[in-house]
């Protein structure tokens, strides 16, 4: 693989229901990162890691967590999904520094009914 | 609060010249960034600029004045592949990145 992949790719999801989205990233970045997409706003921060181990709480957690085991994959829980969280989700990773450029996967429609 | 603004949508001509503006209010600064978005795809990085000036890469450049809190993407000779988002984001204090909700580019041949 090459740079950020997530899975899946589409999914449609009844409320109530527990969901992970998959990221994995090869470029050895210690930083990664959750957003949503909703139209007519920009991208928001759910949660984010600086770096293996640790996570942080971004703009809109709520409902969501994270975990970051490792330095290549960061999933993110929807433990009881509620159509709220209807949105297009990306998983973004970059190295830390002053710069932090980042680089996103595809990214994930969840569609929650 | 922090704030970035920029227009929601323009439209310009296959072959011209448009300038994308943001302005934004946010707790410190540590540079701007300019991201393209085609429908349906991820963002993709354009330019970053964390000094006062003008920043030039091809057809796009970027320019920055810290003191106004501004920005604008310029795009020059514009093809219909051009026809995306663009996105500004500024990061802040604790640099995490705080974005702006995106300028739809509208190309006409």
């Known amino acids: 693989i090459a740079g950020i992949t997530q899975a899946p790719t589409s999914q449609i999801l009844a409320a109530g229901r527990r969901m992970t989205l998959r990221c994995t990233q090869d470029m050895r970045h210690n930083a990664m990162y959750w957003y949503r997409q909703d139209l007519g706003l920009g991208l928001r921060l759910i949660h984010y890691s600086n770096t293996a181990g640790t996570t942080g709480k971004g703009e809109v957690p709520d409902g969501y967590s994270v975990s970051r085991a490792n330095t290549d994959d960061f999933p993110l829980t929807l433990a009881s999904a509620v159509p709220s969280q209807t949105s297009v989700y990306f998983c973004?990773?970059?190295?830390?520094?002053?710069?932090?450029?980042?680089?996103f996967g595809p990214g994930t429609r969840l569609t929650v009914l | 609060g922090q704030n970035i603004d920029q227009p929601t949508e323009m439209t310009a001509t296959e072959g011209a010249i448009v300038q994308i503006n943001c302005t934004y209010q946010?707790?410190?600064?540590?540079?701007l960034f300019w991201y393209q978005q085609h429908a349906g795809e991820a963002p993709t990085f354009l330019s970053y600029n964390v000094l006062d000036g003008l920043e030039e890469k091809g057809r796009f450049s970027s320019f920055l004045s810290r003191s106004k809190g501004y920005s604008y993407l310029l795009l020059k000779e514009l093809q219909m592949k051009d026809s995306a988002s663009y996105l500004c984001a500024v990061l802040d204090s604790n640099y995490q990145l705080i974005w702006g909700a995106g300028t739809k580019l509208i190309i006409k041949p």
């Open positions: 973004a990773s970059s190295e830390t520094g002053t710069r932090n450029e980042q680089f």
């Open positions: 946010t707790s410190g600064f540590n540079g």
